[in-house]
């Protein structure tokens, strides 16, 4: 159980462009989504906390307007990188939770590269 | 502001021999503790976690964490190393927050590499 699944798993588009990714909560309603970034040999950094029907909250230094996220049903969050720059090219995770005292189960992430 | 530290960013061990992953934190009240594997190009698997109660935890795959609150740390271990556990090892802390935890930060990560 408890499985997460974000699309795509990778990525290309031309600088200038948006592109949208998904995550979904297969088997639970999750009413909190969080989204990561992770770059190369790095660990995560979390970029916002999606949760459902509300405003999504940014953590200090991601950029909202770039990266637009929407958490409109209790098993889907999206994030759309606006107007795409080759420094957006990275690695993004999703994770959803059942309750918030349970753990965090992570989608296979997806790689996005800006040419 | 916690803070998650992972000392150790690549360790390489021999097939059989045993595993300890340290990880400290830095916070006031014991936060909610977990650790996650990832392997190349794939998202988190949880291995195991910490909220209350017995201080050593079991976890998928053999592995077994300690929590001390005495020295804020949370190490991972594993008797015996397969192979198949060569991967980025991650610790993760949550501070408490009405009946949960708000949001998870991750340490920088150890990368484990399993000699034959």
């Known amino acids: 159980g408890a499985v997460v699944s974000q699309h795509p798993s990778w990525v290309i588009c031309k600088s200038g462009t948006s592109v949208k990714i998904e995550c979904r909560s297969l088997d639970f309603q999750a009413t909190t989504m969080f989204w990561y970034r992770q770059f190369p040999k790095q660990s995560l950094m979390l970029m916002a906390t999606?949760?459902?029907?509300?405003?999504?909250?940014?953590e200090q230094g991601v950029e909202k307007d770039k990266f637009l996220i929407n958490h409109a049903s209790l098993t889907l969050s999206t994030l759309t990188v606006t107007s795409a720059h080759p420094e957006d090219s990275s690695f993004y995770i999703c994770?959803?939770?059942?309750?918030?005292?349970?753990?965090?189960?992570f989608g296979n992430g997806t790689r996005l590269t800006v040419t | 502001a916690q803070s998650v530290t992972q000392p150790d960013i690549h360790i390489t061990v021999s097939e059989g021999a045993s595993l300890e992953l340290r990880c400290n934190y830095s916070?006031?009240?014991?936060?909610?503790l977990f650790w996650y594997v990832q392997s190349p190009g794939q998202g988190l698997q949880l291995l195991l976690k910490?909220?209350?109660?017995?201080?050593l935890v079991q976890g998928i795959k053999g592995f077994e964490a300690e929590f001390k609150r005495s020295q804020s740390s949370f190490n991972l271990r594993k008797p015996s190393v397969h192979w198949s556990d060569a991967a980025e090892y991650f610790c993760?802390?949550?501070?408490?927050?009405?009946?949960?935890?708000?949001?998870?930060?991750f340490g920088a990560g150890t990368r484990l590499a399993v000699h034959p």
């Open positions: 994770s959803a939770r059942v309750s918030e005292d349970s753990p965090l189960h």
């Open positions: 999606s949760n459902e029907g509300s405003k999504a909250t940014y």
């Open positions: 910490y909220f209350s109660g017995d201080t």
């Open positions: 916070y006031g009240a014991t936060p909610y």
């Open positions: 993760a802390v949550g501070e408490p927050f009405s009946g949960g935890y708000n949001k998870l930060i």
